[in-house]
């Protein structure tokens, strides 16, 4: 059974976390939550790992995560809104173990593209955070959003893709309505990631 570090943010409100919760409850990931981190202590998700019991470490400076890591003796990094930069010593010491979800269609290869269902390009979002992300889909008039799991790599927003997941544009779509239909792919396209690499 793995061993899973999540690491979420006072930003978004824990459902990534949630998802894969449920994933492992559901017996669809072979893994168990082992710690819980968190920069801030005002965190929504933090209130999901305490109801479920899950041991919860808050972590305000980023050099003191790699030893938090090591003693929780992880196998794999979630990251679910971790606001906080991943040092390269943290990237090196769990090198293709942490995982990411960018809201963006990152390529396989830096001078790659993806495409969309469609056939058309798809947008990287390469440095742009979630609701700047969605903008970007919505002003580019992009005919699809997407995000992707991918394993953190020192190359900015790139790594080894484990995971897409496309969200088509409606007309009238706003920040919230195209980021709330594209988070349920995101969740369940986490839990499939974690599915296949617990296994």
């Known amino acids: 059974?793995?061993?899973?570090?999540?690491?979420?943010?006072?930003?978004?409100t824990g459902t990534n976390l949630q998802a894969i919760i449920n994933g492992i409850e559901n017996?669809?990931?072979?893994?168990?939550?082992?710690?819980?981190?968190?920069?801030?202590?005002?965190?929504?998700?933090?209130n999901r790992a305490r109801k479920y019991n899950l041991p919860i470490?808050?972590?305000?400076?980023?050099?003191?995560?790699?030893?938090?890591?090591?003693?929780?003796?992880?196998?794999f990094v979630c990251l679910a809104g971790w606001k906080q930069i991943i040092t390269d010593e943290v990237i090196y010491a769990l090198h293709n173990r942490i995982l990411n979800t960018h809201p963006g269609l990152v390529p396989d290869t830096l001078d790659g593209v993806v495409k969309?269902?469609?056939?058309?390009?798809?947008?990287?979002?390469?440095?742009?955070?979630?609701?700047?992300?969605?903008q970007n889909f919505l002003d580019k008039k992009a005919t699809y959003a997407g995000c992707t799991n991918h394993f953190l790599s020192k190359e900015f927003d790139f790594g080894p893709v484990l995971g897409r997941c496309f969200e088509k544009l409606k007309p009238n779509d706003t920040i919230d309505s195209?980021?709330?239909?594209?988070?349920?792919?995101?969740?369940?396209?986490?839990?499939?990631?974690?599915?296949k690499l617990c296994k």
């Open 1 to 12: 059974m793995k061993r899973l570090a999540v690491l979420i943010s006072n930003k978004g």
């Open 27 to 46: 017996k669809k990931v072979n893994a168990k939550i082992v710690v819980v981190i968190n920069d801030v202590e005002d965190a929504l998700g933090l």
């Open 57 to 75: 470490v808050i972590c305000p400076k980023k050099e003191n995560l790699l030893g938090i890591l090591k003693k929780y003796k992880v196998d």
């Open 116 to 134: 969309n269902p469609d056939g058309t390009e798809a947008l990287w979002n390469k440095g742009k955070i979630t609701d700047k992300a969605m």
């Open 178 to 195: 195209l980021y709330t239909r594209l988070k349920v792919k995101e969740n369940k396209m986490y839990v499939k990631v974690l599915a």
